[in-house]
Structures are given as structure tokens and as C-alpha cells.
């Protein structure tokens, strides 16, 4: 299951709220032909959208943008959403000025240049995409094959990536790559939070106290409250015909609690197989509620009715700040929780077709 994860797609669903120590003021500068003169850009991030706006005028876009390095989107909504034409960029700031060209044509060929960070980030994502496609293949074999083999082979791959990931991490203390690296590793649960900590302490002191030390802090804090065996916290938030509605009014029957977002292309590409999934269960004690990390209404209701989602959306519209997503520790889409007919997590972010077994068997 692909996610909108850090270095999968910059589409990243981080949870900025600590206090930043530190504050950049950079320049960003994008020539790119194919842009039609008028149109208008936004810059946006997982903490706040429109950063910064302006008009494309031969093709060249300027923006400013002050705070520690973050994922960044360049586009001409103010949300992120929208159809894929609305996108151009998605990219991380950095504390020294950015310069972008290419071709709107051809949007995968765009170069970022100035930003070490970036540089180092591309680097770790090319080390790292064989371990990531390797695990997503056994994934996808898995339901051909012995469960015991492939939990070997799983375990087999989450310790190279660890490894590779500890390594990449320790060469880079000095910079902001490391500790997002690091940050990632806790989004992705690579580390525990004593090996997560241990590798904290090893940063420059700024690092240590940037927006990401604290939120691997944070992260580690919150490791046991959303765990399989625990009740699942209740939580109310309004549906997509403007009602409250509370996880509390399901219990006592199967709940998946899915976490998604119109502009996430994993989470649209998995709506299919959900309403596959819903049409064959949602008579037999079960139901799918979904928490949108979505700013725009109108967005998120056209990808409600074009995916042709029946069972309860809810966002509170505050996009990667949404209030549930936070409670829930959630930092990368899609992500989901089965919970039982008591309101207890039994199942953590699994796979539609381990889904359809497992509610077959709880359900006959």
C-alpha cells in the first residue's frame, strides 16, 4: 500500500505544531515554461496554506516563505486539492534560496537547484526505494504464499531498512536532512523510542530543539496511547452534510476508521477497493468512517461523490491539522484502525485484502 509518506510523495501529512527555535526568511524562484501570464500561484504546506501567492508572468513565479524547512506545494489552489492540472511542484524549503525550471509539460523532469537539503533528501529517497519496492512486492504476493515465509521476509526488510536508515541519519547530524529522516522513521515506526531518542541525542544542539526534534519527542510520547488492545479514543467531528457525529455511535458494531484526503493519490487510488469492500460488508455489523485531512469543502464533497463514497465522511476541514488525524498520531495517508464491536483497536493499518479475510471470518 503506497501512502502520501515523506520521500514517497511530498504530499506529507506532518503535524507542525511545536515551537519552532529558529526562523529562515528564503526566496523562491521558479522559471518554467508553459505557464500561461495571469494565472495565479499559491504556496502551501502541511502547516498553513498560502504561504504566498503571485501571478505567472513568461512563465516566472517569485515567493517568499520565513520558518524552518518544510514540505511545500506550488499551485493554483490555495489547499493543495483539486485536479492534478491545478499541480506543479511539491518540494522541501530550505534555509538557503531556491531556484525551479522546467517544462509545465513535463512536471516529473522539473529541477530543483540551491537547496542542499533537497539534494540530500533525492539521494537517501534513490537508497531507499528498493527496500520499500522490495517489502510492497512480498505485501502484494502475500496472499499466494505461507504467512510464516513472508513474516520472515517482512522482518528481513524492516531491519535493512533500519539499518540503512540509522546509517543515512548518523552521517548527517549536522543538518536538517538527518533529523527529517529521523522524524520520518518515527512516522513510519522504524525505531522505538529509545533507539528514536538515542539517535536524538547525537544531533547539534538547534537540531535537537528544530520543529522535528520536538515532534520526534512528541511522537515518542504518544507511542503506546494508539496501540492495538486499547479503546479507541472517542472522538466527534462534522459529517459531509454538516452533522456532529461521534465514533461512540458505532460501537457494537466492526469499525474500519480510515484517514485519507482528496489530494492524496494512494488514498484515491485504494477508494475503489473500499467501496468493493463496504458493498459486500456494511449490511453485517460493519461500518467505514472516514477522516478527511481536506481544507477545501468543495473538494472534498466532489471526491466524496466522483469516488462514490456512501459511508460517513468527516473532516473539520483543518487539512494536516485536523484534529482526529493529530489525537490518532497520524502522519502519513492512508492509514486505518479496524476496531471491534467494544471500540478496541484489533487491527493496525491493514491492507484491503487482509481487511476482506479478516471481516469474513469475524462476521459469518
Known amino acids: 500500500m503506497k501512502t502520501c509518506l515523506l520521500l514517497l510523495s511530498l504530499f506529507i501529512t506532518l503535524n507542525l505544531n511545536a515551537q519552532s527555535k529558529k526562523s529562515y526568511t528564503i526566496t523562491i524562484n521558479a522559471n518554467i515554461k508553459g505557464l500561461k501570464d495571469g494565472d495565479k500561484y499559491f504556496l502551501n504546506g502541511p502547516s498553513a496554506v498560502g ?3 503571485c501571478v505567472a508572468q513568461n512563465g516566472r513565479l517569485h ?15 490555495k489547499d493543495s486539492g483539486g485536479n492534478s492540472d491545478d499541480f506543479l511542484i511539491s518540494f522541501f524549503s530550505d534555509v538557503y534560496n531556491i531556484s525551479i525550471s522546467g517544462d509545465n509539460a513535463y512536471k516529473d523532469n522539473i529541477k530543483i537547484s540551491g537547496s542542499p537539503l533537497m539534494d540530500s533528501l ?11 519496492d522490495k517489502r510492497e512486492e512480498i505485501v502484494i504476493s502475500s496472499v499466494r ?35 527529517i529522516l529521523l522524524y520520518y522513521s518515527k512516522i513510519d515506526k522504524t525505531f522505538t523510542p529509545a533507539e528514536a531518542d538515542g539517535l536524538l541525542r547525537k544531533f547539534d544542539l538547534d537540531l535537537q530543539n528544530s520543529k522535528y526534534g520536538h515532534l520526534v519527542k512528541q511522537l515518542n510520547r504518544r507511542y503506546n496511547q ?20 461521534r465514533l461512540s455511535a458505532f460501537k457494537g458494531k466492526y469499525v474500519l476508521l480510515e484517514f485519507s484526503s482528496s489530494w492524496c493519490g494512494p488514498c484515491r487510488t485504494m477508494n475503489p477497493q473500499l467501496v468493493s469492500l463496504y458493498d459486500k460488508f ?13 481544507v477545501n469543502r468543495q473538494t472534498w464533497l466532489k471526491t466524496i461523490k466522483d469516488d462514490k463514497l456512501t459511508w460517513p465522511q468527516l473532516s473539520d476541514l483543518k487539512g494536516q491539522q485536523n484534529e482526529v488525524a493529530i489525537m490518532y498520531n497520524i502522519n502519513a495517508i492512508p492509514h486505518n484502525f479496524l476496531i471491534d464491536r ?22 459469518k
Open 122 to 132: 533525492i539521494r537517501f529517497s534513490k537508497i531507499v526505494r528498493p527496500i520499500e
Open 226 to 245: 494508539i496501540q492495538i488492545g486499547q479503546v479507541a479514543p472517542d472522538f466527534e467531528q462534522t459529517n459531509q452534510y454538516g452533522k456532529p457525529m
Open 282 to 294: 456494511k449490511g453485517k455489523d460493519f461500518e467505514i468512517v472516514s477522516i478527511s485531512n481536506d
Open 63 to 77: 515567493f517568499k516563505y520565513t520558518g524552518e524547512p518544510e514540505p511545500l506545494v506550488i499551485g493554483r489552489m
Open 342 to 363: 467494544q471500540g478496541k483497536i484489533i487491527a493496525d493499518n491493514i491492507y484491503p485484502e487482509q481487511l476482506t479475510e479478516k471481516l469474513t471470518k469475524l462476521l
Open 51 to 53: 504561504f504566498d501567492s
Open 145 to 179: 504464499r505461507n504467512p510464516d515465509s513472508i513474516k520472515i521476509q517482512l522482518d528481513s526488510i524492516a531491519l535493512l531498512k533500519k539499518k540503512t536508515m540509522s546509517a543515512y541519519i548518523q552521517a548527517n547530524l549536522h543538518s536538517y536532512a538527518g533529523i
